[in-house]
C-alpha cells in the first residue's frame, strides 16, 4: 500500500520544520536564477570549496560530466535557504535545477547519474 504525503506533510515529518512561507524577494531571486542558466545548483559553499559532502557529490558529477552550471551558495543567504526548499518542496540541500524544473536532490541525482538519466535529461 502507498501513502501520498504532501510537502507540507513529509517536512513535519522531517525534523518538525516549519515552513515560514516564500518571501516575494526570496522567489523573485530565485526565478531570476533559474531563468538565466540551464544548469542550476543550490548548494553549500562554493563548486572549488563544497561545505558539506552531499553538495561536493553533485559538483563531482556535473564536473565528470563535463556540463557547465552554476551554483548558488545557500549559506550565504538564508532566505534564498530557506526559500529554495519551500520553492522545490524539498527538505534539503543541495538541489539540482535543469531549465528551471527540479532534478532532485544529492541521492537522486547520483541515482539518476548512475542510470544515465542525468545524462539524458542534460542533452534535451
Not at 534539503?92 to 542525468?118: C, M, N, R, Y
Request: glycine share 10%.
Amino acid at each position: 500500500m502507498y501513502v501520498r504525503l504532501s510537502a507540507d506533510t513529509c517536512l513535519s515529518q522531517i525534523g518538525g520544520m516549519a515552513k515560514e512561507g516564500l518571501s516575494p524577494e526570496a522567489r523573485q531571486t530565485i526565478d531570476d536564477t533559474l531563468a538565466a542558466h540551464d544548469i542550476m545548483l543550490y548548494m553549500k559553499g562554493t563548486a572549488a570549496f563544497p561545505q558539506c559532502g552531499f553538495s561536493a557529490r553533485v559538483v563531482e558529477l556535473l564536473k565528470e560530466m563535463g556540463v557547465d552550471f552554476h551554483v548558488v551558495n545557500v549559506l550565504t543567504d538564508p532566505g534564498v535557504r530557506q526559500g529554495i526548499k519551500e520553492f522545490s518542496g524539498w527538505p534539503t540541500i543541495p538541489q539540482l535545477f535543469h531549465k528551471g524544473q527540479f532534478v532532485g536532490g544529492a541521492d537522486v541525482v547520483s541515482e539518476k547519474h548512475s542510470s544515465g538519466e542525468l545524462q539524458k535529461l542534460f542533452a534535451s
